[in-house]
């Protein structure tokens, strides 16, 4: 179902994080592993409509063998207690987010997605002149409910 958000609402939330990273770039890592678990906690006294909490952990381990890089993540999430109104679910949908589905498509109280993705480093000099050229493909597996 997708997700409908009633634009009337108020959110006053606390929340914490707990990560360990050691990838080696942001935008194109080559080796690493990225864990992260985050805790959230809506309360009335900070003014939100819901006082819902939610867990949300992901993983990711890349690792390189000469200009090919592969990485494999894992996420997930559930909405402990609350309402479970849309505001409050998890949404799943597009670019990285199950890509054939469009932004939002798809929402719940609980959520997993795992994905693969292969990429090959063409190297500093290529057809495009001194820009490197860095192509890759991707795999996902996902739901809510």
Known sequence: MPLEIDDDYRLGRVGATFRYDTVDD???????EDFRVDFSQGLGILGDDSEDRT???AFSTTHSFDATTLRLAGRGGWLLD??????????????????????????????????ATLFQDFGERTILGDQPLILGASVESGATW
């Open 55 to 57: 867990i949300e952990g």
């Open 26 to 32: 942001l935008y194109f890592p080559k080796d690493g």
């Open 82 to 115: 609350g309402d479970g109104a849309p505001r409050n679910r998890f949404a799943l949908g597009g670019f990285l987010n199950l890509a054939g589905y469009p932004n939002g498509e798809l929402s719940g109280e609980r959520y997993g997605l795992a994905s």
